[in-house]
């Protein structure tokens, strides 16, 4: 089979695949979203399947058409373009999981610092102030004092940004990320923070390889299932009371750290499924 993967660059993930592609007995070839041309009706596609990797900034109307294409489609689209949509945005992410009936730490997404600061107190005065399209925990920040909190909200409404809160959830200072794999957990590890709150590998977080307990299994396929990912990236994190909850799911999820921890080949994994989707 032959697989295209879109891309904004050919970055280490980009060539895990091609090397994994070509090693499982497959092609891939990068393909550049900022060269992505459709036509109605559609001309003969030379690839079997599409893997989103990583899209490169554009206008709104760039990311529009971009997204376009993926739903016209006439081949299987991996992950799927509803997917990416829900996942990317952290709020209607949040909004799918609460709707599946799985735990969530509560949210207030407002667009004026004025309603954010009602937010602050009703979510306890400490908060995690998360970019809506943002990913590996850049651009989150706790406040827990009034004054930091007032100005940080000002200045995120003046930039026209969103304002999304979530109460902080006391943590032990490690989550798991669950990499799923259509029905199945690929592999897990845990993530301790580096002197940190955030455990993210990219910002210092440091990994071990973790086996899952029945809970948090079904948690992390349940989370999978209703953002409708077929691959996923999903964080969970325990809090004081003992109880699980679902953080985030990552449509585009990264393996490097995981593949390393785990002592697993993710990416021929990825194309073994896809191929067997595709066909």
């Known amino acids: 089979m032959r697989f295209g993967i879109l891309c904004g660059g050919t970055g280490w993930h980009v060539q895990d695949l091609l090397r994994a592609a070509t090693e499982v007995g497959h ?24 893997i989103v990797r990583t899209m490169p900034a554009g206008s709104l109307e760039q990311i529009i058409f971009r997204m376009d294409t993926l739903h016209a489609a006439a081949i299987p689209v991996f992950n799927p373009p509803r997917a990416l949509e829900t996942c990317v945005d952290k709020f209607l992410t949040t909004a799918r999981l609460r709707e599946a009936g799985l735990p969530v730490p509560r949210t207030i997404c407002t667009q004026t610092s004025n309603d954010a600061m009602h937010a602050f107190g009703d979510l306890g005065g400490d908060v995690v102030v998360k970019p809506i399209f943002g990913s590996e925990g850049r651009g989150m920040v706790r406040l827990t004092d009034p004054e930091v909190a007032w100005r940080t909200f000002h200045a995120i409404e003046h930039i026209g940004g969103v304002l999304y809160l979530q109460e902080f959830v006391n943590h032990p200072g490690w989550d798991l990320r669950v990499f799923v794999l259509g029905e199945r957990v690929l592999a897990t590890m845990k993530r301790h923070g580096h002197g940190d709150w955030r455990t993210n590998v990219a910002q210092g977080g440091t990994t071990e390889p973790c086996e899952l307990q029945p ?60 191929a067997e989707r595709a066909i």
């Open 27 to 50: 092609s891939a070839e990068p393909i550049d979203f900022r060269r992505l041309c459709a036509e109605v009706p559609p001309t003969r596609s030379p690839f079997d399947a599409l």
């Open 215 to 274: 809970e948090q299994q079904m948690l992390a396929l349940a989370a999978a299932r209703a953002t409708g990912a077929m691959l996923a990236g999903v964080d969970l994190l325990c809090d004081e009371s003992g109880r699980w909850v679902v953080i985030e799911v990552n449509a585009v999820p990264g393996w490097k750290a995981l593949a390393a921890t785990c002592g697993i080949d993710v990416a021929a994994a990825i194309i073994r499924f896809i």
